[in-house]
Nanobody, 114 residues
Framework: VQLQASGGGLVQVGGSRRLSCKIF????????MAWYRQAPGKQRELVAA???????NYVDSVKGRFTISRGGAENTLYLLMDSLKPEDTAVYYC?????????WGQGTQVTVSS
């Protein structure tokens, strides 16, 4: 299983950005998929997660601003980020779980400038 994240970059405060994570897997079903982020000097934190049935969870700080979704025969994970704030600046990682195995993408940097 390989995950390839993309879509990061520099964006102004209040702007939007969409992250994508392509999942390459021989398995037909991926369990929970999620986006995490890690800001400088901070621990990696869960941003949003989505189950195969479509149940979604967000960290409180992004509720109402970020939207996680799955698409493309469910082998692509997206994170639409609106109303971006400087505190959203971080490296964003996608994560996929298959049974007890966990796989991570390489991370994509999002920088929000004021």
């Amino acid at each position: 299983v390989q995950l390839q994240a993309s879509g990061g970059g520099l964006v102004q405060v209040g702007g939007s950005r969409r992250l994508s994570c392509k999942i390459f897997s021989s398995f037909s079903v991926i369990d929970v998929m999620a986006w995490y982020r890690q800001a400088p000097g901070k621990q990696r934190e869960l941003v949003a997660a989505i189950t195969p049935s479509g149940s979604i969870n967000y960290v409180d700080s992004v509720k109402g601003r970020f939207t996680i979704s799955r698409g493309g025969a469910e082998n692509t994970l997206y994170l639409l980020m609106d109303s971006l704030k400087p505190e959203d600046t971080a490296v964003y990682y996608c994560r996929a779980q298959l049974g007890t195995s966990v796989y991570w993408g390489q991370g994509t940097q999002v920088t929000v400038s004021s």
